[in-house]
């Protein structure tokens, strides 16, 4: 009968590293980006922060695992990553239009993207500038497809796509920290989220129709 492997190390190792991670959302809910330290990371897990240094050699190693899981447009729930690889018979328009609205879906819902968001347009970090440049290999790849979709055609698309991002972002963090109207609209509610949704696509139809 073969004996099993003990596995105790390796299992607590994981177990606190995943203590850590959630750590840094934790502290990022209730604390903000500015309490992001390791005593305060550490005391949220539950661990001794001297973990924080032997399995992710550095705090903002930590972090940038954490936001990388969080980020919509780098690796997250929502997924944005995959879009790309959609069916052959998808257009780009097709994939944008899906990303921007899955974009407004997700970051409604997740407190500490908006947190993220607000911190990354904040203070400068080297940490958000790596996440922002992560994010904008993913974008290069879509407008690559994109040009495919667009020959000759007089459309700035990467300005268009950029104002509907912003504005998403913009929209849903006003609407979460004043819980007010923007433009008469109510982004709290699901009858604004679905005008916001059908805005952005009369906007992506507009920039993608061919004139005669």
């Known amino acids: 009968m073969q004996r099993k492997t003990y596995k105790g190390i390796n ?3 994981e177990r606190s590293m995943l203590k850590l991670i959630e750590g840094v959302g934790k502290v990022i809910r209730e ?15 539950g661990v001794n922060r001297r973990l924080i240094y032997l399995y992710f050699d550095s705090l903002d190693a930590l ?3 954490y936001v990388k899981g ?7 729930e929502g997924n944005a990553g995959q879009l790309l690889k959609a069916p052959e018979t998808a257009t ?22 908006q947190k993220i968001i607000l ?24 407008f690559k497809l994109a040009e495919q979709d667009l020959p000759g055609k007089d459309v700035d698309l990467r300005a268009v796509a950029g104002l509907l991002v912003a504005g998403i972002y913009y929209m849903v963090l ?31 139809a507009n920039a993608y129709k061919i004139k005669d």
Not at 70 to 76: A, E, G, I
Not at 122 to 127: F, K, L, Y
Not at 181 to 201: D, H, P, W, Y
């Open 11 to 13: 299992n607590n190792k």
């Open 31 to 45: 604390d903000g980006y500015t309490g992001l330290n390791a005593a305060n990371i550490a005391k949220k897990a």
């Open 63 to 65: 972090i940038e695992t």
């Open 70 to 76: 969080k980020d919509y447009f780098v690796d997250s």
């Open 92 to 113: 780009s328009r097709d994939i944008l239009e899906n990303m921007l609205i899955n974009q407004l879906d997700y970051f409604i819902k997740n407190e500490e993207w």
């Open 119 to 142: 911190w990354q347009i904040s203070e400068r970090s080297q940490v958000m500038f790596e996440i922002a440049e992560q994010r904008e290999r993913l974008g290069e790849a879509f």
């Open 174 to 204: 006003h609407a979460k920290s004043n819980d007010s109207l923007f433009c008469g609209i109510n982004v709290n509610t699901m009858e604004g989220q679905n005008r916001i949704k059908s805005a952005i696509q009369q906007i992506l």
